[in-house]
T-cell receptor, first 113, second 113 residues
């Protein structure tokens, strides 16, 4: 089973309010990723966990938080949503780093009003 | 750093015809290549992972060609059918300490009856 699950599939949030997105995988993958994807753009890596180590991209460092309480779950947290956060958020996992393929979840479509 | 150019951004072909999507990369140290397919409302589905040592890779209804001399990766659909309608992304990984995938900007493929 190569399924990555994401909840919720759709999220509506108000400007200035927090948002918490959830991802899970049961493949015992070492690495879990969060991407932001906007229409007609490539996925943009926000952060990833390799085991318990969180790596955040420099340009999104202060905007997104994450936690990984165990190997299967990973969350993405936005403390104060802005209009520019409206996007599809994709979670992925891979069995390690390097050249390992990433398996994606169906995404959470976040709309900030 | 590595840059990946994907073209065309939009492609429309008739059912049964062939379709070709090309990604051109810049870093000669690129060593893993991926094609992903995103159907409407869904996450990214891994179509194929290509190692730098393999130039021709066969899938179900498609072929992936890697031309290292010209630094090009192509996805060739041999006889398109309606289920091929989707957005396709290439992604490239290079040999450095950063484990990111460098993504193409995507190609929206429409199959007309």
């Amino acid at each position: 089973d190569t399924t990555v699950k994401q909840n919720p599939r759709y999220k509506l949030a108000r400007v200035g309010k927090p948002v918490n997105l959830i991802c899970s995988q049961t493949m015992n993958h070492d690495t879990m990723y969060w991407y932001q994807k906007k229409p007609n753009q490539a996925p943009k890596l926000l952060l990833f966990y390799y085991d318990k180590i969180l790596n955040r991209e420099a340009d999104t460092f202060e905007k997104f938080q994450s936690s990984r309480p165990n190997n299967s779950f990973c969350s993405l947290y936005i403390g104060s949503a802005g209009l520019e956060y409206s996007a599809m958020y994709l979670c992925a996992s891979s069995p390690g780093l390097g050249g390992r393929e990433q398996y994606f979840g169906p995404g959470t479509r976040l709309t900030v009003l | 750093g590595e840059q990946v150019e994907q073209r065309p951004p939009h492609l429309s072909v008739r059912e049964g015809d062939s379709a070709v999507i090309i990604c051109t990369y810049t870093d000669p140290n690129s060593y893993y290549f991926f094609w992903y397919k995103q159907e409407p409302g869904a996450g990214l589905q891994l179509l194929m992972k290509v190692f730098s040592s393999t130039e021709i890779n066969e899938g179900q209804g498609f072929t992936v060609l890697l031309n290292k001399k010209d630094k090009q990766l192509s996805l060739n659909l041999t006889a398109a059918h309606p289920g091929d309608s989707a957005v396709y992304f290439c992604a490239v990984r290079i040999m450095d300490s950063n484990y990111q995938l460098i993504w193409g900007s995507g190609t929206k493929l429409i199959i007309k009856p």
